[in-house]
């Protein structure tokens, strides 16, 4: 794995947390080989650009972008004036414009193409925003907030739908499967509701028809995430666990835990979804294999818990 230059190279792994410092890692080896000091706040959520030349690190009141392919360690751009905790952040496919959500009741679309760093559009909702996702169609966005609400914003009619799969139960996160046919989303009462999609082509809206609800933690659930293949469905766990899910008929397939891995924020599949790679309070990241439940490669040197991760395999695909 090359030290310099990211663009060319299929596996990008970085993490980040409360340390205030993101570390990017050779997936393979475990080697931490570059670390960029995020000075101004905690790192909240990170993502790589499409094109793989920056990363984005949603902070308070900030998102800054690090150049993924030199050691510049200062920020390359800088998005501010936000009120609060930006807890979300993802881009377009084609770079056009990157999305936030955040504390201050708002999702944000952020022109990547133009050199005003303001804020084009701006969803004001009623509550702290605490997660989104885009459409595979690129052109809705599911917003989930504190009330328990998910919104669905369609960007080209500026329209709003919205359903409450529980009233009062926090959505802590939100997936849609590559394919674009399911949704599920996880609250604080550690409930998982998967919908079928239909629609979302050709300026048809998507309809989500319940299908159906599981307990996935007696305690909060932090992150859900389709695999590639859409067959798996990963649930982060603040059990210190993270339970995977066969989509074909919701049992569990297995359960990554490690005695020292506490609460478990975040996670990202391989891009043959055979492995899986989580962020965990107990400052580590760890490599999992999907089907026997144990640890491939520990990513240690965080000294804070770490919250957040980006990764990119293109390995194989």
């Known amino acids: 794995m090359s030290t310099g230059d990211a663009s060319g190279d299929p596996v990008i792994l970085a993490t980040a947390g409360y340390d205030h410092a993101i570390r990017f890692w ?19 959520a990170l ?11 949603a902070g308070y009141q900030h998102i800054r972008m690090y150049d993924l392919n030199s050691n510049n360690p200062k920020p390359v751009i800088n998005y501010d004036g936000i009120s609060k905790n930006v807890t979300s952040v993802g881009f377009h496919e084609d770079g056009k414009w990157m999305y936030t959500g955040g504390e201050d009741n708002c999702a944000r679309i952020w022109d ?12 004001q909702d009623s509550s702290p925003v ?10 809705e966005l599911f917003i989930g907030n504190q009330n328990g609400t998910i919104h669905i914003w369609d960007l080209k009619t500026d329209k709003n739908e919205h359903l409450i799969p529980e009233a009062d139960a926090s959505i802590q996160s939100i997936s849609i499967d590559p394919m674009g046919t399911m949704m599920a989303a996880v609250n604080n009462k550690g409930r998982c509701y998967v919908w079928t999609l239909t629609g979302g082509r050709n300026d048809e809206p998507t ?9 996935v933690s007696k305690r909060y659930a932090l992150k859900c995430l ?16 993270t339970k995977i899910w066969k989509t074909a008929d919701w049992t569990l397939h297995s359960e990554l835990k490690d ?6 924020w975040d996670c990202a599949f391989s891009g043959d979804s055979q492995y899986i ?34 990764f990119r395999d293109e390995s194989i695909q």
């Open 26 to 44: 050779q997936a393979h080896s475990g080697i931490c080989y570059r670390t960029v000091q995020h000075p101004d706040s905690q790192v909240n």
């Open 47 to 57: 993502e790589i650009t499409p094109d793989k030349q920056f990363i984005a690190a």
């Open 112 to 123: 990547l193409r133009s050199r005003n760093l303001q804020c084009q559009r701006i969803f």
């Open 130 to 139: 605490n997660c989104i996702c885009l459409h595979p169609n690129q052109g």
């Open 207 to 215: 309809q989500p028809h319940e299908k159906t609800t599981f307990e």
């Open 226 to 241: 389709f695999s590639p293949d859409s067959t798996l469905l990963a649930t982060t766990l603040a059990d210190n666990s």
């Open 259 to 264: 005695t020292a891995q506490r609460w478990v």
């Open 277 to 310: 790679i989580t962020a965990s309070s107990d400052n580590m990241a760890r490599l999992w294999s999907v089907d026997t439940g144990e640890v491939k490669k520990e990513y240690s040197g965080h000294q804070k818990a770490v919250v957040c991760l980006a």
